[in-house]
Every structure is written in C-alpha cells, then in structure tokens.
Nanobody, 114 residues
Framework: QLQLVESGGGLVQAGGSRSLSCAAS????????MGWYRQAPGKQRELVAG???????NYTVSVKGRFTISRENDKNTVYLQMTSLKYEDTAVYYC????????WGQGTQVTVSS
C-alpha cells in the first residue's frame, strides 16, 4: 500500500518561511502528479500547488510568488517551500499523489502567528 508521509509543519511568524516535505513509498512516484492541498478550520480542502511528472507546476492565486513546489524523483519526495507566510496560510497541509487514483498523506499543521 502506497504511503505518503509529510513533515515540516509547525508554528511560524507572519512573514516567515517554512518548508514542507512529503516522502512517498512505492515505485510510481516518478510517473505521478503530486500536489499540496490545505484545509483551514471550517473551510473546504483546496489545492495549493501541483507538479506533474515532467515538472510542470501550477499554483492557486493566493500563493503565487510566495510558494514553490518541487520534486526529487530519485528521493520519492515532493517539497513545498513557503515564504512570506500570512495568517491566512494557517491550515493542515496534505500531500497528494495522483496516478489512476488519489493517495493522501496524514497532513501536517502549519500555524502562522500574526
């Protein structure tokens, strides 16, 4: 069973930076589309950033220019570098792998203090 394990969450001050990592087990990582989603209290889960197997990226408007998604296929790992963090970035961040079906990590909390 494929597993995704996120790390890097925590408390950060507004204006600060944080980097999230997601390590995947199994052998399909390099041919999969990866994404970072987030869910704030009382809100729906939303796509933050995505990266295809060939490295094409997309971002939700609110994080463009501040967040960067990247991947290292030889490490089965996807990253989310977050800068200029805002209070409204506070959420549980989930890693997603999409290949035929979706797989989800357990989530990691990012809290931005204002």
């Amino acid at each position: 069973q494929l597993q995704l394990v996120e790390s890097g969450g925590g408390l950060v001050q507004a204006g600060g930076s944080r980097s999230l990592s997601c390590a995947a087990s199994g052998s399909i990582f390099s041919i999969s589309t990866m994404g970072w989603y987030r869910q704030a209290p009382g809100k729906q889960r939303e796509l933050v950033a995505g990266i295809t197997s060939v490295g094409n990226t997309n971002y939700t408007v609110s994080v463009k220019g501040r967040f960067t998604i990247s991947r290292e296929n030889d490490k089965n790992t996807v990253y989310l570098q977050m800068t200029s963090l805002k209070y409204e970035d506070t959420a549980v961040y989930y890693c997603n792998l999409r290949y035929v079906r979706s797989y989800w990590g357990q989530g990691t909390q990012v809290t931005v203090s204002s």
